[in-house]
């Protein structure tokens, strides 16, 4: 397989290749061609990446798809810091969301780290946690596929997770938002209560714990 099948920039790729970027790659891409939304630049690390390291039977990153992810790297500035994140193409089914149940990593400096992290991020598809997951899902093991993203870190002066439909009452009409100052790690790793509002129309109805986490 050629090499150039295991990188795609982000603004190549949208909804419909979900089988080759994941969900959330898929839906990075997406946002990327909005016009106002600014997504870190990055690129996806394909299925077809994971699948060549499954084939070879190794625990390293195979050489051919080593090379492509330091040369897309090059292309980014390979000295910048970067966010490395799982792309399970079983992410975000009307069923199930996966939120945590792979990893991602934050700050990876480097070609060799970026890689090595590329390979901690498939091996997390064969945890006990997102196994046990897609076993209470439903979800055959033998139809999920890991890509990774690797995208620029930025200074973030507060990060957060929206929620198209309000979570607790199911009302699509209010889109919810949690959010903390810095980076969202924090947040997602449960670690800090969230500033919380709720939104309807472009005005917001209701908010919590602002005063805590105010930026």
């Known amino acids: 397989m050629a090499t150039d099948h295991y990188i795609l920039a982000l603004e190549e790729v949208g909804a419909s290749q979900v089988t080759l970027v994941g969900g959330k790659g898929a839906g990075l891409g997406e946002l ?21 390291a499954v084939a070879a039977g ?30 399970a193409t079983a992410e975000d089914s009307p069923t199930a969301s996966f939120a945590g149940q792979h990893d991602s990593y934050l700050d990876v400096v480097g070609a060799e780290a970026v890689v ?73 790793s449960g670690v800090v209560s969230p500033d919380t509002y709720r939104v309807r129309d472009g005005t917001i109805v209701t908010a919590s714990n602002v005063i805590n986490n105010r930026c």
């Open 32 to 52: 990327s061609r909005i016009d106002g939304v600014r997504v870190p630049a990055g690129f996806c690390v394909t299925t077809h990446a994971f699948r060549r």
């Open 58 to 87: 190794t625990v390293a990153v195979p050489d051919d798809v080593a090379a492509a992810i330091t040369a897309a790297l090059a292309r980014l500035g390979e000295h910048g810091a970067y966010a490395v994140r799982s792309s």
């Open 116 to 188: 090595e992290h590329v390979r901690r991020c498939w091996g997390s598809l064969f945890t006990e946690r997102a196994a046990a997951y897609r076993q209470h899902h439903g979800v055959d093991p033998r139809d999920v596929a890991m890509a990774v993203v690797v995208q620029r870190m930025v200074d973030a002066r507060a990060a957060g997770v929206l929620f198209t439909a309000d979570p607790a009452t199911s009302n699509r009409h209010v889109a919810a938002v949690e959010a903390v100052a810095g980076l969202g790690e924090a947040l997602v």
